[in-house]
């Protein structure tokens, strides 16, 4: 299964959070990755794709930090 491929099928009860995050682990594995090639919206779109997992990885690398640091003080 894709992420181009996947197709939500419609539910009328909730999923459970650990098949929405199976599900979501999923589409990000098989996700197609963006490369800095064609057209100018595809460069674009890498650009923001860049910039998003830039972005992403500094505010998840803070968070652990901050949690690291405020289990070191408790302690």
């Given at each position: 299964?894709?992420?181009?491929?996947?197709?939500?099928?419609?539910?009328?009860?909730?999923?459970?959070?650990?098949?929405?995050?199976?599900?979501?682990?999923?589409?990000?594995?098989?996700?197609?990755?963006?490369?800095?090639?064609?057209?100018?919206?595809?460069r674009l779109r890498y650009v923001g794709y860049l910039l998003g997992s830039v972005l992403a990885w500094t505010v998840g690398g803070l968070v652990v930090v901050a949690a690291l640091g405020r289990a070191l003080t408790s302690v």
């Amino acid at each position: 299964m894709s992420a181009v491929t996947w197709h939500r099928r419609p539910t009328t009860a909730a999923l459970p959070l650990r098949t929405r995050l199976r599900h979501l682990n999923e589409t990000i594995r098989w996700a197609p990755a963006p490369y800095f090639e064609g057209s100018a919206r595809q460069r674009l779109r890498y650009v923001g794709y860049l910039l998003g997992s830039v972005l992403a990885w500094t505010v998840g690398g803070l968070v652990v930090v901050a949690a690291l640091g405020r289990a070191l003080t408790s302690v």
